[in-house]
């Protein structure tokens, strides 16, 4: 029994591990301020709103949801700054991870400070830094309940009476630099890269007691983006991009390539769709809109790597994303002094 308690925390551990690595979307463009501390503000407008949830369904389990990943963040602009055409930016973003019936993940509160660097009225240059707290482990531990039918008699290994051991909180620093330049014309590009880690966390699961649990100390996170908005035409836009996440191993490489037809001139209406591939693991849709300041993508996955054939399943469809941004502006009302015009007799 205690052996066969040791394989079911061993495999947890490995789910464990692998989230601490690396969360993987779709939508990239929908968590700026996650893929990159330097897009904190990298926007036109006083703040930003946004949200992604991801929903993968779950591979021979019975809930539809046990695959779930919800972000949120915010980021306000500043004019403070060593010069005119600098700005700073403040943000926060907040994420839940979660796997299997168990709940296996992350919760985490990471806030991030960018400073723009203003080279010419169209292009920036940006340093950023992210720090936060972040909790691994199994936040529902209490229905975790494994049944040793074949040994015939054998208890339950229960993990409820391991609760407060099965989690692990740690901080996390990131840094980053973004680049936004005009470039052969009206074309715009972006790209940026950013570290995570530095500050050497280390995950410590199921070790209260001194009676073993595992020890784990996560590996520097590098991640590369760029994107190049082209216009083809005074109404279509062609955007292709690229991901890159790096650690020891896994390595993802993500590219993608959306059309955007201006539909309405008037009420600012895009049209937006596209195909993409995560190297090794899934092929990509992706279909949305803009309308003014606000922007919504529906994505979808669609598995081809070791779990295509789970994917055959009624409960396994691959993963839907659903993600959603605004951008306000804040306006200052004119207070101009009043003045007094003296009447002539």
């Known amino acids: 029994m205690k052996l066969k308690f040791y394989a079911i925390?061993?495999?947890?551990?490995?789910?464990?591990?692998?989230?601490?690595q690396d969360l993987h979307f779709t939508q990239y463009e929908f968590v700026p301020i996650h893929m990159n501390p330097a897009n904190t503000g990298g926007f036109s407008g006083s703040y930003r709103l946004g949200a992604l949830f991801r929903n993968q369904s779950s591979v021979g389990l019975a809930s539809s949801s046990a695959y779930r990943t919800p972000m949120a963040y915010a980021d306000?602009?500043?004019?403070?700054?060593?010069?005119?055409?600098?700005?700073?930016?403040?943000?926060?973003?907040?994420?839940?991870?979660?796997?299997?019936?168990?709940?296996?993940?992350s919760t985490g509160f990471i806030a991030s400070v960018a400073y723009h660097f203003g080279l010419s009225k169209n292009s920036d240059i940006a340093i950023g830094g992210q720090y936060g707290s972040m909790s691994y482990g199994i936040?529902?531990?209490?229905?975790?309940?494994?049944?040793?039918?074949?040994?015939?008699?054998?208890?339950?290994?229960?993990?409820?009476?391991?609760?407060?051991?099965?989690?692990?909180?740690?901080?996390?620093?990131?840094?980053?630099?973004?680049?936004?330049?005009?470039?052969a014309g009206k074309s715009k590009l972006s790209a940026g890269i950013a570290a995570s880690h530095l500050n050497k966390p280390v995950l410590k699961i199921f070790t209260?007691?001194?009676?073993?649990?595992?020890?784990?100390?996560?590996?520097?996170l590098l991640s590369v983006n760029a994107s190049l908005n082209y216009p083809l035409n005074e109404k279509l836009d062609l955007i292709p991009m690229v991901?890159?996440?790096?650690?020891?191993?896994?390595?993802?490489?993500?590219?993608?390539c959306k059309a955007s037809y201006l539909l309405n001139p008037e009420k600012s209406i895009r049209l937006n769709g596209g195909l993409g591939m995560r190297f090794g693991d899934a092929i990509q849709f992706l279909v949305g809109m803009d309308y003014g300041?606000?922007?919504?993508?529906?994505?979808?996955?669609?598995?081809?790597?070791?779990?295509?054939?789970?994917?055959?399943?009624?409960?396994?469809?691959?993963?839907?994303?659903?993600?959603?941004?605004?951008?306000?502006?804040v306006t200052k009302k004119p207070n101009p002094k009043p003045k007094v015009f003296c009447p002539r007799f």
Not at 96 to 101: I, K, L
Not at 243 to 251: G, I
Not at 304 to 329: C, D, F, H, T
């Open 9 to 20: 925390l061993l495999t947890v551990f490995g789910f464990i591990s692998g989230n601490a």
């Open 76 to 105: 306000v602009t500043f004019p403070w700054a060593l010069r005119k055409k600098d700005w700073t930016a403040l943000g926060l973003n907040f994420s839940q991870d979660r796997h299997g019936e168990i709940g296996v993940g």
């Open 139 to 183: 936040f529902d531990a209490q229905k975790a309940k494994f049944y040793s039918t074949l040994q015939g008699g054998a208890q339950d290994v229960d993990f409820s009476s391991l609760q407060g051991q099965s989690k692990s909180n740690i901080s996390d620093l990131t840094i980053g630099v973004q680049l936004t330049t005009q470039v």
């Open 208 to 220: 209260a007691g001194g009676g073993g649990g595992f020890v784990y100390k996560l590996p520097i």
């Open 243 to 256: 991901y890159f996440r790096s650690l020891r191993d896994p390595k993802t490489f993500t590219t993608q």
């Open 293 to 329: 300041k606000i922007k919504a993508q529906l994505g979808y996955d669609q598995t081809i790597g070791g779990l295509k054939s789970a994917r055959n399943s009624p409960a396994g469809v691959g993963a839907v994303e659903l993600g959603i941004q605004y951008i306000g502006i």
